[in-house]
């Protein structure tokens, strides 16, 4: 600010699993999210004025967070799925997948195939946040292993019940679509 710059911190929702300029896209941000971080006491007009360029380029919605909360739901969202899809990949049943698989194991593993010099930077810069939802995610795998193990079918399907309407609760966003 004594320079008179303004900075305004920003991250574009959107990529594919795979790096550098052979996969590139022009269409990349076409119906994307930007979330901008801006410093406290930023003046409104120039976060309006950034969301504006933003738009023009083919974003759809701006979400506006503090570093805080964005580093927390980055680490739910994003490297949360990215770890864990890293982790799954690594079954020894893994290689003898063909002809045993369908949507799911695609799903589950798309993510897997990331640039591991970039992720490693970004899971270590936001450390705490990302290890305890790797903390959460291993505890709510052990309750469903203890449930499966017990044989207690009412409770894993009312645990399946939970889920899935937690799932149905987040396609009323439209931005997931």
């Keep these: 600010a004594e320079n008179g710059f303004i ?3 920003a991250h574009p929702m959107a990529g594919i699993e795979r790096s550098g300029f052979n996969f590139s896209s022009e269409k990349i941000f076409e119906g994307a999210t930007m979330i901008l971080t801006p410093f406290q006491g930023t003046d409104i007009a120039d976060v309006d004025r950034l969301s504006q360029f933003f738009k023009s380029i083919g974003f759809a919605r701006m979400q506006v967070a503090t570093d805080a909360e964005h580093d927390q739901m980055i ?24 002809g045993f698989s369908a949507g799911s194991f695609h799903d589950m593993t798309r993510v897997a195939k990331l640039n591991e010099t970039m992720w490693t930077e970004l899971f270590l810069v936001n450390k705490d946040y990302l290890a305890d939802e790797i903390d959460g995610l291993v505890e709510r ?37």
């Excluded at 017990?150 to 399946?160: E, H, P, R, V």
């Design 141 to 177: 795998l052990q309750a469903y292993s203890k449930v499966i193990r017990s044989g207690d079918g009412d409770t894993l399907k009312a645990m399946l019940k939970d889920g899935k309407e937690k799932r149905l609760a987040v396609d009323v966003v439209k931005e997931f679509e």
């Design 75 to 98: 680490a739910y969202t994003s490297q949360l799925a990215h770890v864990v899809s890293s982790a799954y990949i690594k079954s020894e049943l893994s290689p003898r997948f063909k």
């Design 7 to 9: 900075f305004i911190g």
